[in-house]
Structure formats: C-alpha cells, structure tokens
C-alpha cells in the first residue's frame, strides 16, 4: 500500500492550495482518510479527518478555512485550503487506515505519505 501525495507549494498568505492523496495497492476498504501536519519545531498535529461513515473532525486552527474529501471510487483524499496563514506553513501528511490483502489474508493497517510541503508566505 502507498499514499501519493501531491498539491503542496510556496503561497501568499490568503492564497488556496488544493492538496491530494491517492492510496494504491490491494485495498479492500479504507475507514479513514486524514491530513496531519508538522510545521518547525512543533509536534505532528491532525488537521482534519473524513472517516467512511460521512464525518469529518477539524482542527480549531481550519475550521471554516479547510475542507476535507474522499472520492472513494478513487481512493482519493482532498484537502482544500483557503484564507491560507503564515502558521499554516508545514510539512503536511496525509494519513490513512485501511484494510489491505497481505499475502493470503486482509490486514488493518496505518499508513502515511512521504509528506508534502506547503509554505505561506506574508
């Protein structure tokens, strides 16, 4: 199983950037799709989860300014960020739990990209 990441970029702050995740492999469902992030200094934090049953979890920090997606068909993740802020600047990552076939079984698992950066700058 993979997560490709791609969106991120340098933008001027209340710029928009529009960030992607698509998980390949042999996935059989994928409960949860989210974004974490790590800017300098600081610990990984969860910017938003959308989980299979329609709910999605904002941190206080994006509310109203980021918005979480699936495609499932596509087993894709988006995350649409607006009224982007100099404090927004981090590596982002998107995050998901999955059950997979492992060989002759489906396993759950946690998966992470590689990281995305995305800079804002003032």
């Known amino acids: 199983v993979q997560l490709r990441e791609s969106g991120g970029g340098l933008v001027q702050a209340g710029g928009s950037l529009r960030l992607s995740c698509a998980a390949s492999?042999?996935?059989?469902?994928?409960?949860?799709m989210g974004w974490y992030r790590q800017g300098p200094g600081k610990e990984r934090e969860l910017v938003a989860l959308?989980?299979?049953?329609?709910?999605?979890t904002y941190a206080d920090s994006v509310k109203g300014r980021f918005t979480i997606s699936r495609d499932n068909a596509k087993n894709t993740a988006y995350l649409q960020m607006n009224s982007l802020k100099p404090e927004d600047t981090a590596v982002y990552y998107c995050?998901?739990?999955?059950?997979?076939?492992?060989?002759?079984?489906?396993?759950?698992?946690?998966?992470w990209g590689q990281g995305t950066q995305v800079t804002v700058s003032s």
């Open positions: 995050n998901a739990l999955l059950t997979s076939r492992q060989g002759f079984r489906y396993q759950e698992g946690n998966y």
């Open positions: 959308a989980v299979s049953d329609g709910t999605t």
């Open positions: 492999g042999s996935i059989l469902i994928i409960k949860a």
